[in-house]
């Protein structure tokens, strides 16, 4: 019997609370192993966050980023590289539209531990 969509996003919301600041590579490894599709998130401008994962699992991490429950912060290639995966790509420099694609490596976070760490900064 294969997963429900909300199976799988509550699979994800666990794995992203239990490590927190998790990199697409971790999670790709987890979730898909070494499965390669031809996919890609990508925001306006030719940013790329990650590719290759397959789109169910995109599916996922999307719907929790849209319903609030995760958070993306920006990353570093070198908690990619911890992770043992990156992208061939020029990681990003400046926030700006990129004529070429370039590589805007991020970090998944719960919302609770986002905000969490926010309110600390406000006091």
């Known amino acids: 019997m294969s997963e429900t969509p909300a199976e799988l996003q509550q699979r994800i919301l666990t794995f992203v609370r239990e490590r927190d600041y998790v990199t697409f590579a971790a999670l790709h490894k987890h979730f898909a192993g ?12 030719n940013r ?19 319903q609030g429950r995760l958070a993306s912060v920006p990353g570093s290639k070198a908690a990619y590289r911890r992770d043992g995966r990156v992208l061939k790509l020029p990681v990003e ?6 004529a070429e694609p370039q590589w805007f490596p991020v970090l998944l976070r719960t919302m609770e531990a986002a905000r ?8």
């Open 93 to 98: 420099r400046r926030v700006e539209p990129h």
């Open 48 to 66: 790329v966050i990650w590719a290759g994962l397959p789109l169910p699992i995109i599916d996922a991490v999307l719907a929790l980023l849209e």
């Open 116 to 123: 969490a760490d926010d309110s600390v900064g406000d006091r």
């Open 34 to 45: 070494d499965a390669r599709e031809d996919t890609e998130m990508v925001l306006p401008g």
